[in-house]
């Protein structure tokens, strides 16, 4: 397996456009997470999914974000209207819930806005 | 709500020698998964060990090892003939079973002498 694949692996944006965040878990993994990285709040986590429903989005900063999961291999987050302050790595895992309870993590999206 | 608490920001070794990073956490739960993950430069999330709670066998994976301590609520993460590829953040997390979310501590970032 390809692992959880997180696209774009960079993004700089101006204050005020949109951003959209993907992701693709692991095949078979029927839960879905985002977390946000930066230096002052550490790993924080934003919202996750269960067979494409989500179950916590009290991580969800404000309504400039939201996510969705419209089948079991995507997801998005977006933004819209990005400030500086949303610049951080945003990570996309997985895992399943017969497993060793093993979140896998994608390689991240760092998102800079200007 | 539990949290992580992870108390040193950095730590360093010399190369070949042994480093323990430390790790507390406070939960209610009896029965719950630790992790310790590592984060190089690169920036993934790579997965170093896990120890279930209702496990008193301290789980050991070639040169990483962990001392759990479930009374004390202690789980620190010894790493054994440090080497340079092992210089990077330290993240403990704890999760209370499949349907929940990892939770963070803050890092610990560890530095190898050469």
């Known amino acids: 397996d390809a692992g959880v694949i997180q696209s774009p692996r960079h993004e700089v944006t101006e204050m005020g456009q949109e951003v959209t965040l993907r992701c693709k878990p692991i095949?078979?993994?029927?839960?879905l997470f985002w977390y946000r990285q930066t230096m002052m709040r550490g790993l924080e986590l934003l919202i996750y999914?269960?067979?494409?429903?989500?179950?916590?989005d009290s991580g969800m900063p404000e309504d400039r974000f939201s996510a969705k999961m419209p089948n079991a291999s995507f997801s998005t987050l977006k933004i819209q209207p990005s400030e500086p302050r949303d610049s951080a790595v945003y990570f996309c895992?997985?895992?399943?819930?017969?497993?060793?309870?093993?979140?896998?993590f994608g390689a991240g999206s760092r998102l800079t806005v200007l | 709500a539990q949290t992580v608490t992870q108390s040193q920001p950095e730590m360093s070794v010399q190369e070949a020698e042994t480093v323990t990073l430390s790790c507390t956490y406070d939960?209610?739960?009896?029965?719950?998964?630790l992790f310790w993950y590592k984060q190089p430069p690169s920036r993934q999330m790579i997965l170093v060990i896990r120890?279930?709670?209702?496990?008193?066998q301290n789980a050991t994976e070639n040169r990483f090892s962990v001392n759990f301590q479930k009374a004390a609520k202690s789980f620190s993460l010894k790493i054994s003939d440090s080497q340079l590829g092992d210089a990077a953040m330290y993240f403990c997390?704890?999760?209370?079973?499949?349907?929940?979310?990892?939770?963070f501590g803050g890092g610990t970032r560890l530095m190898v002498k050469p």
């Open positions: 895992a997985s895992s399943f819930w017969r497993g060793a309870n093993v979140l896998t």
């Open positions: 095949s078979g993994h029927d839960y």
């Open positions: 999914f269960n067979n494409n429903v989500p179950i916590d």
């Open positions: 939960t209610s739960e009896s029965d719950y998964y």
């Open positions: 120890q279930e709670a209702y496990k008193q």
């Open positions: 997390a704890y999760r209370y079973n499949a349907g929940n979310m990892l939770t």
